[in-house]
């Protein structure tokens, strides 16, 4: 009923649709990220399957600069082109970590990565947390949760520890 090459086909394009991209350090990943790793966030799950509260606190985690809000981040993709793109288009903060981003403000990405790849590959991100942020979320009572899509609409949280001042 079914040709080879139409499963092949499909196995292909199934293997291709679960992740391109991902940022790190990532929310619910410890060790080297792979490419099942990557969440698709929406709007009802802006960290897509990862259980924000469970992962909070034991996920590797960047510094924000208390006096300019900056971070640094990279963004990692497994195939190339905008399926794979590595350019930030969305990156929605969470100040208290909790995961609500209905009303989310929005972090400025500074130093964005390509929108089509031609090779897979890492590049760094640096993003500025909206002015005035004070991050209260976690046990130390100092992270922030922000959720980051790209223009393939792949991504995922990361967690953000404002440094003390």
């Known amino acids: 009923m079914f040709s080879n090459s139409l499963i092949a086909t499909v196995a292909l394009c199934l293997g291709l649709a679960n992740a391109h991209a991902i940022i790190t350090p990532a929310l619910?990943?410890?060790?080297a990220a792979v490419r099942?790793?990557?969440q698709r966030?929406?709007?009802?799950?802006?960290?897509?399957?990862v259980n924000i509260a469970q992962s909070l606190d034991s996920s590797p985690f960047t510094?924000?600069?208390?006096?300019?809000g900056i971070f640094n981040a990279n963004i990692t993709d497994f195939n190339g082109g905008v399926d794979g793109s590595r350019q930030i288009d969305t990156a929605l903060v969470s100040d208290n970590a909790q995961g609500n981003f209905t009303e989310a403000p929005k972090a400025t990405v500074l130093t964005n990565g390509d929108l089509?790849?031609?090779v897979v590959g890492s590049q760094p991100l640096v993003v500025q947390l909206p002015a005035g942020t004070v991050c209260s979320g976690g046990a130390t009572a100092d992270k922030c949760l922000v959720?980051?899509?790209t223009a393939g609409g792949f991504g995922n949280c990361v967690v953000v520890q404002l440094a003390s001042s």
Not at 41 to 49: D, I, L, N, V, Y
Not at 63 to 68: E, G, S
């Open 116 to 118: 089509s790849p031609t």
């Open 63 to 68: 510094i924000a600069d208390p006096a300019t």
């Open 41 to 49: 966030p929406s709007a009802s799950s802006e960290c897509g399957t």
């Open 36 to 38: 099942a790793d990557v």
């Open 28 to 31: 619910g990943v410890t060790g």
């Open 147 to 149: 959720s980051f899509t």
